[in-house]
Structures are given as C-alpha cells and as structure tokens.
C-alpha cells in the first residue's frame, strides 16, 4: 500500500509503532511537557470517551467494542515482539511485560500457564484503567482482557476467549484475565 493509501490513522498508527519499535518514547512538540501522560487524563478518554459513548451507541454491546479495541492493541504489540524472540514463550513474555511497564499500562505477570489444557491466565498489577476506581458492580478492564487476549493470539496464532475474572476496581488486589486457546 503506498504513504497515499493510508488513512490518517493508519499513518499515524505506523509512527506510533515505528517508536515502540525503536524504543523511543520521546514526542516531537513535547519538550515542556514530556511523553507522559497524567493517569487521569487516560481513564477519562477510556472510560467516558472510548466507554461511556461507545456504551451510548452500542449499549449492552459497549464492552465487546471495547475489548475488540485492546484485543487490536495487543496483537499489534504481540508482533512487535515476536519479532525478536525466536517463536521462544518465555522470552516472549519477558518482552511483553517490560513493554507494558515501559508503556505503563500495568505490570503483566503471568499467572498460570497450561498450554495443554489450552489455558493461561495473566495478572495486570497497577492496571492502568481501574487504578483509583472503586464500587464497581463488574470488572472493567475489558480493554485489558482484549489486549492480553491478543498478546496471546499473537503468539500463539490461535483464536482465543480473554475473560477478566478479578478487577481492582471491584476490590480485588489486582486484575486477572483468564485466556482459553480456542
């Protein structure tokens, strides 16, 4: 596809992805104010913006919508780092979790892996959505369980079912998402 054939978001996508790549976090037109963003600023662009309108449009199907939108997320950052790891999981999952700490969407740490069974379930410590949020009635990161959902499918080339079973914002200390290989 030719630099013409892009959308705009295509393209702006691609820079994005090209300084992932390169590992640098720098923005262009930032230098007062640096690449970081307050946490605050993020959850009121997940939550009412991406959650809140989406749930206006879509009503009940809101939270699918979403999950597909991280699930998008995470197999674009599922093949960022697989292309550095030799098709080596542990590796892998070492990559994924310094990405998402550097990125400073949570601590990704895995939980249990049965690859057998065709389960994995991962921990989103200090999860970047639910941080601070508290007396919900159900989970919220769906944003989360698409995108380590797709971390998953990424690397394991196979569909798959990404379930948030624990939230911190129902009290729980931390998020788990519950991955099932389809």
């Given at each position: 596809?030719?630099?013409?054939?892009?959308?705009?978001?295509?393209?702006?996508?691609?820079?994005?992805?090209?300084?992932?790549?390169?590992?640098?976090?720098?923005?262009?037109?930032?230098?007062?104010?640096?690449?970081?963003?307050?946490?605050?600023?993020?959850?009121?662009?997940?939550?009412?913006?991406?959650?809140?309108?989406?749930?206006?449009?879509?009503g009940q199907g809101a939270p699918s919508m979403?999950?597909?939108?991280?699930?998008?997320?995470?197999?674009?950052?599922?093949?960022?780092?697989?292309?550095?790891?030799?098709?080596?999981?542990?590796?892998?999952?070492?990559?994924?979790?310094?990405?998402?700490?550097?990125?400073?969407?949570?601590?990704?740490?895995?939980?249990?892996?049965?690859?057998?069974?065709?389960?994995?379930?991962?921990?989103?410590?200090?999860?970047?959505?639910?941080?601070?949020?508290?007396?919900?009635?159900?989970?919220?990161?769906?944003?989360?369980?698409?995108?380590?959902g797709g971390i998953v499918k990424s690397f394991f080339k196979?569909?798959?079912?990404?379930?948030?079973?624990?939230?911190?914002?129902?009290?729980?200390?931390?998020?788990?998402?519950?991955?099932?290989?389809?």
């Amino acid at each position: 596809m030719l630099q013409n054939d892009k959308t705009d978001y295509q393209l702006a996508q691609q820079q994005i992805f090209d300084g992932i790549i390169s590992g640098e976090f720098g923005v262009e037109n930032r230098k007062d104010l640096g690449p970081m963003i307050p946490i605050r600023l993020f959850q009121v662009l997940r939550m009412v913006a991406l959650g809140s309108n989406v749930e206006d449009i879509l009503g009940q199907g809101a939270p699918s919508m979403v999950y597909h939108s991280g699930q998008s997320l995470g197999v674009a950052l599922g093949h960022i780092v697989a292309a550095n790891t030799d098709n080596d999981l542990e590796t892998y999952v070492g990559k994924i979790e310094q990405l998402c700490r550097q990125l400073s969407i949570g601590l990704v740490v895995p939980e249990k892996v049965d690859i057998t069974a065709g389960v994995i379930e991962l921990r989103v410590d200090q999860c970047v959505s639910c941080a601070g949020i508290h007396n919900v009635a159900s989970p919220i990161c769906h944003f989360e369980a698409g995108m380590v959902g797709g971390i998953v499918k990424s690397f394991f080339k196979r569909n798959v079912k990404a379930t948030e079973t624990k939230c911190n914002a129902l009290g729980d200390k931390t998020c788990l998402i519950h991955v099932d290989l389809i």
